[in-house]
């Protein structure tokens, strides 16, 4: 016979599953926080991650009930309710997630939030007996059962009222859609408005800085952009200014202002060697840096082709792309920098 005075052997198994637990649901949490902040994309892989880290937590806590049943002391209606209720409050958890998500209510997160702590505590309470005595099993179970059945039938039933056929619900919604689209439709056009506007007040004597953002290739202004800066009076000066003002990315078509070459040199050699130290891997965005540089080279033709020197901020740009480089694509324009680096 076994020795009834021996103490238990330490719970390994349920704490370790505790733990585990643990860090599911403060990672579970973090993203359920994320569903309403950031961007779609963000937005979208907050949802994502919350999927998969809650269908591992809810089976970690399975896991815990199982142990709780062999090895604790759970009431056998319990035990059966159980079975029940773990799937069912994991879909009830989602969707309310789903539904907080699509902004159907601040307090639906409470959901998913307070579930697996619930249930949680509940399976520790059957696993370790001594807790017993000051919490009873008839009290503990039907407090504890009651608040996972509200919790699971709340958003279950809000689901079914959602996907429900609804005549009168779905015109409301049409019509707030349809007020939106109309409403979006009328900011668009007064932004467009607006921006013609602003474009027109555009001549001579501008400053260059005021065409930047119609420059780039692509944007609607751009053309009529291009040779309204080839007009402005002080557009060399302008130029020198903005590319003291570490500017040299909204300055990519430089070679298409009409602007002697000589008079931006000095500059643009110091601008470009700003440029070229941020690409170190001290910074997140060094890769993004490095491509921007392709940007740059009809500049660095135009200039080094009429005798502007540029060899020192192109040979350090040259090593630096090399030493991060991860592409084909990166090792050819380190491979184009050093050689217009070396133009005679």
Request: charged letters at 20%; a negative charge.
């Amino acid at each position: 016979m076994a020795d009834q005075t021996a103490s238990p052997s330490f719970p390994w198994g349920t704490t370790t599953l505790l733990v585990i637990a643990a860090f599911l649901y403060m990672a579970f949490l973090v993203n359920l926080f994320g569903l309403r902040g950031g961007d779609a994309m963000g937005r979208g892989l907050a949802m994502g991650f919350a999927a998969i880290i809650g269908l591992v937590l809810w089976l970690v806590l399975a896991s815990l009930y199982a142990v709780a049943i062999f090895k604790g002391q759970m009431p056998p209606y319990a035990a059966a309710a159980a079975i029940v209720l773990l799937p069912l409050s994991a879909i009830a958890a989602a969707s309310a997630t789903g539904l907080y998500s699509d902004r159907h209510g601040d307090w639906l997160i409470a959901i998913p939030a307070i579930l697996p702590l619930v249930l949680g505590l509940y399976a520790v309470w059957a696993r370790f007996t001594d807790l017993h005595v000051a919490l009873t099993p008839t009290a503990t179970t039907v407090a504890t059962g009651c608040a996972i059945a509200l919790l699971t039938a709340v958003p279950l039933v809000l689901t079914f009222r959602e996907f429900a056929p609804d005549p009168a619900r779905d015109a409301a919604r049409a019509a707030e859609h349809k007020k939106w689209e109309e409403d979006e439709k009328k900011r668009v056009a007064e932004a467009d408005a607006a921006d013609a506007a602003r474009f027109a007040k555009l001549g001579p004597d501008s400053h260059l800085g005021d065409y930047l953002e119609d420059l780039p290739l692509g944007a609607i202004h751009h053309r009529q952009a291009l040779a309204g800066a080839r007009l402005v009076k002080t557009r060399t000066a302008d130029a020198v200014q903005l590319l003291g003002q570490d500017r040299i990315g909204d300055l990519s078509q430089l070679w298409a202002l009409d602007i002697e070459p000589s008079a931006v040199c000095a500059a643009y050699r110091e601008a470009l060697q700003a440029e070229a130290a941020k690409i170190t891997k001290t910074r997140s965005d060094y890769i993004s840096v490095a491509i921007d540089l392709e940007w740059q080279l009809p500049n660095i033709e135009w200039l080094t082709g009429k005798g502007c020197d540029l060899s020192g901020p192109l040979g350090d740009a040259a090593n630096r792309v090399r030493s991060v480089s991860d592409s084909e694509r990166m090792t050819e324009l380190a491979d184009r920098l050093t050689a217009l680096g070396r133009r005679p």
